[in-house]
C-alpha cells in the first residue's frame, strides 16, 4: 500500500521521502512539487530522474479525491461532487469574486451537529476527512481553475463541524499554510468550545467566524442542538478570551429566519451581546429549502436591510451574504451527499457584501 504524499506540511514530506533518494536536495524538489506546484502524478516531476520518480511512485502516491460531477451556476459558481477512496462522495464550492476565488471546503461527509436550518444535518454524522481528502479539494479545485495560490480564499463552511475533526483538520491547515496565508483561510464553526481552545493554542492561526443565529440561549437551543452542550455564555467567555492578532476580528454568522430571530430587536440584542469583542457580523438571509427544511422561511429584503442598518447603526462592521450558486444547489445550507440511490443534502456559506443602504 502506498504512502500519500498530499495533506502533508513539506518538513513531513521531506522525512518520509529522504530514505528513497540519494542526494538531500531531491527531497525539497519533491515537497516542491507537491505543495507548490500541485503535482497529479509523479510524471510531471521532470526535474527528478525518471528512475527516481519510478521509485517514489511504488511507495507513494499524491492521492486526492475524485471528481464525479462538477455543476456551474449562472453566476460563475461551480459545485463539486466528490468521491473520495472508500465510495464516500462530499461537495465543494468555488466562487468566483473579482480577481479573486473562494474555495469552499468540507472536513466531515456528514454533520451531527444538527442545526434545523441546514440540509446537512438531515444526513447524520457521516465520518471525518482524513488531511489527503481535506487538502485534496483545493488541490484539484485550484488545478482545474488554473488559480494561483495567491488569488484563493478558503472558507471551511462546507460538509461537517470542522472543529469536530481536529486531528485531521491541524494537518490539513499545516499543508494548506504552505500556499495559502492563514489571514485568507476562515474555519467556522457551530461553537464547539474545545476546539477554539484547540484553535487558540495553534502558533499559526486561520481567521474564525462562529454560527451564532440567535443572541439568546433559548433561541440557539431550539435551531442549534449541540448549544445545550456548549452554551452561549460560555461560548462568548471563550471567544472574548480568543487571541487575535491586530486588525483582526471574529466573524459572527447570523442565518436570517423569517418572524424567528430577524427583528430589530433582535439585532439591538445582538449587538449588546458582542460589545467590546472585535466582531463582525455576517447576516445570511435563510436559504430556503420546503423539502428538508420545511416551515421555515427566507425574510424579505426590507426585512434583512433593516436588521443589518440596526447593527451597522451601532458601530458594528456588518455584511449581507448574498449566496451564491442557488440555481445548483450550492448556496449555503445545500450541499448535499449523494448515496448510490439518489441525492441526499447539505450546503456551505458564501462571501459578503455590504447591506444596502437606503
Given at each position: 500500500?502506498t504512502?500519500?504524499?498530499?495533506?502533508?506540511?513539506a518538513?513531513?514530506?521531506?522525512?518520509?521521502?529522504a530514505?528513497?533518494?540519494?542526494?538531500?536536495?531531491?527531497?525539497r524538489?519533491v515537497a516542491l512539487?507537491?505543495?507548490?506546484r500541485?503535482?497529479?502524478?509523479f510524471?510531471?516531476?521532470?526535474?527528478?530522474?525518471?528512475d527516481?520518480?519510478a521509485?517514489?511512485?511504488?511507495r507513494?502516491?499524491?492521492?486526492?479525491p475524485r471528481v464525479?460531477e462538477?455543476?456551474?451556476?449562472?453566476?460563475g459558481?461551480?459545485?463539486?461532487?466528490?468521491?473520495?477512496?472508500?465510495g464516500?462522495?462530499?461537495?465543494?464550492?468555488?466562487?468566483?469574486?473579482g480577481?479573486?476565488l473562494t474555495?469552499?471546503?468540507?472536513?466531515?461527509?456528514?454533520?451531527a451537529?444538527?442545526?434545523?436550518f441546514?440540509?446537512?444535518?438531515?444526513?447524520g454524522?457521516?465520518?471525518?476527512?482524513l488531511?489527503w481528502?481535506?487538502?485534496?479539494?483545493?488541490r484539484?479545485?485550484v488545478?482545474?481553475?488554473?488559480?494561483?495560490?495567491?488569488?484563493v480564499?478558503?472558507?471551511?463552511?462546507g460538509?461537517?463541524?470542522?472543529?469536530?475533526?481536529?486531528?485531521?483538520?491541524?494537518?490539513a491547515?499545516?499543508?494548506?499554510?504552505?500556499?495559502?496565508?492563514?489571514?485568507?483561510?476562515?474555519?467556522s464553526?457551530s461553537?464547539?468550545?474545545p476546539?477554539?481552545r484547540?484553535?487558540?493554542?495553534?502558533p499559526?492561526?486561520?481567521k474564525?467566524?462562529?454560527?451564532?443565529n440567535?443572541?439568546d440561549?433559548?433561541r440557539r437551543?431550539?435551531?442549534?442542538p449541540?448549544?445545550?452542550?456548549?452554551?452561549?455564555?460560555?461560548?462568548?467567555?471563550?471567544l472574548?478570551?480568543?487571541?487575535?492578532?491586530r486588525?483582526?476580528?471574529i466573524?459572527?454568522?447570523?442565518?436570517?429566519?423569517g418572524?424567528?430571530n430577524?427583528?430589530?430587536?433582535?439585532a439591538?440584542?445582538?449587538?449588546?451581546?458582542?460589545?467590546g469583542l472585535?466582531?463582525?457580523v455576517?447576516?445570511?438571509?435563510?436559504?430556503?429549502?420546503?423539502?428538508?427544511?420545511?416551515?421555515?422561511?427566507?425574510?424579505d429584503?426590507?426585512?434583512v436591510d433593516?436588521?443589518?442598518?440596526r447593527i451597522?447603526?451601532a458601530g458594528l462592521?456588518?455584511?449581507v451574504?448574498?449566496?451564491k450558486?442557488?440555481?445548483?444547489?450550492?448556496a449555503?445550507?445545500?450541499l448535499?451527499?449523494?448515496?448510490q440511490?439518489?441525492?441526499?443534502?447539505?450546503?456551505?456559506c458564501?462571501?459578503?457584501r455590504?447591506?444596502s443602504?437606503?
Open positions: 500500500m504512502i500519500p504524499l498530499t495533506g502533508r506540511p518538513a513531513e514530506i521531506v522525512r518520509l521521502v530514505p528513497h533518494v540519494d542526494r538531500p536536495y531531491r527531497t524538489q512539487w507537491v505543495l507548490q500541485n503535482a497529479a502524478s510524471d510531471e516531476m521532470t526535474d527528478l530522474p525518471r527516481l520518480r521509485r517514489l511512485a511504488e507513494f502516491d499524491l492521492a486526492e464525479v462538477v455543476q456551474t451556476s449562472t453566476d459558481s461551480r459545485k463539486y461532487l466528490l468521491e473520495l477512496g472508500d464516500t462522495t462530499i461537495e465543494s464550492v468555488a466562487m468566483p469574486g480577481r479573486k474555495l469552499c471546503l468540507s472536513t466531515q461527509s456528514g454533520c451537529v444538527g442545526c434545523t441546514c440540509v446537512t444535518g438531515t444526513l454524522a457521516g465520518r471525518n476527512l488531511p481528502e481535506i487538502a485534496g479539494q483545493y484539484l479545485m488545478r482545474h481553475l488554473d488559480t494561483p495560490p495567491e488569488r480564499n478558503i472558507v471551511f463552511m460538509m461537517g463541524e470542522p472543529l469536530l475533526n481536529v486531528d485531521n483538520l491541524g494537518p491547515l499545516e499543508t494548506l499554510f504552505e500556499t495559502v496565508s492563514p489571514k485568507r483561510i476562515t474555519v464553526t461553537g464547539i468550545l476546539g477554539i484547540w484553535l487558540a493554542g495553534l499559526r492561526r486561520p474564525l467566524a462562529v454560527s451564532l440567535a443572541p440561549q433559548e437551543e431550539r435551531i442549534m449541540i448549544t445545550r452542550r456548549y452554551p452561549l455564555a460560555e461560548l462568548m467567555e471563550a472574548r478570551a480568543f487571541p487575535l492578532e486588525g483582526r476580528r466573524t459572527f454568522e447570523y442565518v436570517l429566519i418572524g424567528f430577524d427583528r430589530v430587536e433582535d439591538a440584542a445582538t449587538v449588546r451581546l458582542l460589545r472585535p466582531a463582525k455576517n447576516v445570511i438571509p435563510l436559504n430556503e429549502d420546503p423539502v428538508h427544511l420545511p416551515g421555515l422561511r427566507r425574510p429584503e426590507d426585512t433593516r436588521f443589518a442598518e451597522r447603526r462592521v456588518v455584511t451574504r448574498r449566496s450558486g442557488s440555481d445548483v444547489a450550492a449555503c445550507g445545500q448535499k451527499r449523494r448515496d440511490a439518489g441525492s441526499n443534502a447539505r450546503d456551505h458564501l462571501p459578503a455590504s447591506p443602504r437606503r
